[in-house]
């Protein structure tokens, strides 16, 4: 059970003050709420070049991070 649990570790990260910082200007800029924003920063920071959610823009890149919505219909 240890292996499996390691292979998370590594999209586990603690909110940095950094990241509270670049939402508020991810929020800003972007027009998306607070705690979206955080997910966002917190996901660059975490070298994610992508994010699945069903409730933000599908196809906006905001810091490099490319949202992607998972039940979108696939062309």
Known sequence: ???RSMR???WCIETA???VS???QVEDESQIGFW???VIASAARGGASRLLSEDLDA???VLGVRIENPFAAIP
């Open 22 to 24: 670049t939402a508020f």
């Open 1 to 3: 059970m240890q292996g």
């Open 17 to 19: 003050l950094a990241d």
């Open 8 to 10: 998370w570790r590594s």
């Open 36 to 38: 979206d924003a955080l």
């Open 59 to 61: 196809g906006q890149t």
